[in-house]
């Protein structure tokens, strides 16, 4: 469906690449990277990205010295991250024209523009790399690579899973000895998954397959899916735009491969 890709474009820019989704990122990408440089041993090790969508954790994780390696499934999500990572893209976008006029508090409101990128995107380094790969997570290519990263770093990712035993497994195949699996998302399978467990089913696999889990926990304060600011800057704290509301609780772990 072209108009739902559309969507998912637009709404994955303005969360990754504007200002608007400032509060979201350093909530969830913020906190994914102050885990990777607390717990890394040293930044020359690889960081895999799975699940790259827009290429913003990825890029930030690289802002902070890391190799990183992003994966996406999607040609058209991956060709948009390129587009915003090596060709300098920047614009304005009225994401709210999409939302076709359903929960609209304010019809004034309905074309406020967003500008992009929030930030200019530093032009890679010799000294660290951001490449990206295109492609099923679970295909060939990193299924025949064994412990080459020294951290998996997933952002509402495992929940995409068919088998979320291939993902468990292929993460762990992935890293190094005492490499570090860092996560925040929910649990929300997707329809087409086998199993679907609990959080807590979710620790007791990641136990089973031998990982050491130093950190768990689920948001109490859910995290909106969307920043929904008024184009003069005004937060939706104090700015209501629409009268729906889709938030998550994420599940946040750290594990170590032992």
């Known amino acids: ?30 906190w994914v990277c102050q885990e990777l440089v607390q717990r890394s041993r040293h930044r020359k090790e690889p960081v895999l990205v799975p699940g790259a969508g827009m290429g913003r954790l ?28 090596t060709k300098n893209t920047r614009g304005v976008i009225h994401p709210y024209a999409l939302d076709a006029m359903t929960n609209e508090v304010d019809s004034s409101r309905r074309y406020d523009k967003i500008s992009f990128p929030d930030v200019p995107v530093v032009q890679m380094s010799e000294k660290v790399s951001l490449s990206f790969t295109i492609g099923d997570f679970t295909g060939a290519y990193y299924s025949n690579q064994v412990s080459i990263f020294g951290a998996v770093a997933t952002c509402f990712f495992i929940d995409t899973a068919t088998d979320i035993y291939e993902y468990i497994a292929l993460i762990k195949g992935l890293l190094k000895p005492k490499g570090i699996w860092v996560n925040v998302g929910p649990v929300q399978w997707h329809v087409n998954a086998l199993l679907r467990p609990s959080a807590d089913e979710l620790k007791d696999l990641l136990l089973a397959f031998g990982f050491k889990i130093v950190r768990w926990s689920v948001d109490k304060k859910p995290v909106p899916y969307r920043h929904d600011v008024a184009s003069d800057g005004i937060s939706s704290q104090s700015f209501v735009r629409s009268t729906s509301f889709e938030g998550y609780r994420p599940l946040r772990f750290v594990a170590i491969r032992e």
């Open 58 to 85: 990825a890029y930030d994780i690289y802002s902070h010295g890391f190799t990183v390696e992003a994966n996406e499934i999607s040609p058209v999500m991956a060709a948009a991250a390129k587009s915003m990572l």
């Open 1 to 30: 469906n072209v108009h739902d890709m559309t969507a998912q474009i637009v709404a994955h820019l303005v969360r990754d690449w504007s200002a608007a989704g400032s509060s979201i990122r350093e909530t969830l990408y913020g």
